[in-house]
């Protein structure tokens, strides 16, 4: 099976009303939302918390590096 290049470029923005990241489009036309990577803050546990939202950004970073170098991936995946 052949995997189709999104040919998308996104970045990373925090939800203004979850606590998520969010993978938005950024191309004229492709402002939606490609992913949403939420997380929990766990009350009076901030150091918790803060590992949550950090390994979510993680998360959300390798999703915007995948998309935004597309073809570099497919081509490396299609050489092997």
Not at 36 to 62: D, M, N, T
């Amino acid at each position: 099976m052949k995997i189709e290049d999104p040919n998308i470029k996104v970045k990373i923005k925090h939800s203004v009303s979850n606590k998520a990241w969010n993978i938005v489009g950024t191309g004229l036309g492709c402002k939606y939302k490609v992913a949403r990577i939420p997380y929990y803050e766990i009350e009076g546990h901030s150091v918790q918390s803060e590992i949550e939202k950090s390994e979510a950004l993680r998360h959300a970073k390798f999703i915007e590096y995948c998309f935004n170098n597309s073809k570099m991936i497919l081509d490396k995946i299609e050489v092997q």
